[in-house]
Each structure stands twice: as C-alpha cells, then as structure tokens.
C-alpha cells in the first residue's frame, strides 16, 4: 500500500493531504430519487476513508494510520507539535471520523489530542455546494477557548473538498497569542481542489 502526498496551499504554516480521495469518476445516471450516481475508483488511502467515513467501517482506522504513519513520522514540523485538534465536523455521526484520526495521529506523534476548542457553527457540507458559495462559509468556525501555553497544532481532517474549512480554523486559531505555528493534515483531497 502507498499514498501519494499533496502540499495544500493555505492560511496554515504548512500542510499536506496524503493522497486523492478518487482517481476516477464515472456518471451512472440517477437513482430513483433523483440523485446522481457514480462509478468512483479510489485511491488505497481515499478507499479507507470512504469505508471508514460513510460506510462505517471503524476497523479501517487502524489501517488509515498504519498508511499514513511513515509520512507522519517523517515530516519534520510534526516534531514541534503539541496539540492535535480536529476539524469540527458538519454533519452528526456515529462516530467523526475527523475526531478518531486526529487522535489516532496525536498518539503517532506524542502531543496532546484536543477535541474541545473548534466548533463549527453551519451543519451545510461543502461537496453540497458551488465553488461560489463554499467562498461565502468564512465565518462558520468558532473558538471556544483559548489555549493557556503556547503551542504548535496540527489540524486533522479526513478530506479535504475546498479548504474553506480548514482556512477558518486557521483564521480563529490565529487570534489566540498562544498558538505558534498551525499545520494541517488531510487523509485525502478531492482531485479538483486546489
């Protein structure tokens, strides 16, 4: 198994997504809701995530990070970090996955896994929206509190659509003085994103 890291362009001080959520996509027509559907062909990690997040495949964490561990080890700034934080989640689950990796992740790495600070105040998915109208989410991201030490965070989601999400956090996060430097990790990346 590999994956094929991604740098993403952001607010953040430097951030990847480990690979493309899918290599292909081909429209099967609509089903009897109406709905497009689609033939998706993923990418080893984009697969696990797909399991994972939408089938409810808990026991694919375990293999999401057993992917994704040598890239964590290995990048250097993830040295520095010492809290991990999800990115809030849009939509009520069984479980977020968000939340599950970024503290699978904090204990790869040996910082703190902080669940309570970010919250996100619209439950509208951005893959439900137009490129337009995921410009217009900025503001949908607030901090709960602040921190007490200075820190350096890694922000985790599982996939990465427009950015706008993961932009916010990093807007918020940077009104507190105590948060350095902020990184940001994505399972995936939707293959038309920048």
């Known amino acids: 198994m590999s994956i094929n890291p991604i740098k993403l362009q952001g607010s953040w001080d430097e951030g990847y997504a480990l690979d493309v959520h899918t290599i292909s996509s081909t ?3 609509e089903d009897m809701y109406g709905r497009p559907q689609f ?3 993923y990418s080893e990690m984009g697969k696990l995530v797909y399991l994972f997040k939408n089938r ?3 026991e694919k964490l375990d293999e999401i990070i ?6 964590i080890e290995n990048w250097e700034s993830l040295k520095t970090v010492t809290s991990v934080l999800p990115a809030p989640p849009t939509k009520s689950r069984i479980y977020q996955p968000a939340e599950e990796i970024a503290e699978a992740i904090a204990e790869v790495i040996g910082a703190f896994f902080i669940d309570d600070v970010l919250d996100k105040q619209v439950t509208i998915q951005a893959k439900d ?6 410009s217009k989410l900025t503001g949908t991201i607030s901090k709960k509190r602040n921190a007490t030490k200075e820190h350096n965070v ?3 989601d599982d996939l990465y659509e427009s950015g706008s999400t993961l932009n ?7 009104t507190d003085k105590n948060i350095m430097k902020i990184y940001v990790l994505t399972m995936t990346k939707n293959r038309t994103s920048r």
């Open 66 to 71: 057993t992917l994704a561990r040598p890239f």
């Open 154 to 156: 890694l922000i985790v």
């Open 168 to 174: 916010d956090c990093v807007r918020v996060l940077r």
């Open 56 to 58: 409810n495949r808990y």
């Open 39 to 41: 033939d998706n062909e």
């Open 129 to 134: 929206l137009s490129a337009t109208e995921k």
């Open 27 to 29: 429209y099967k027509g």
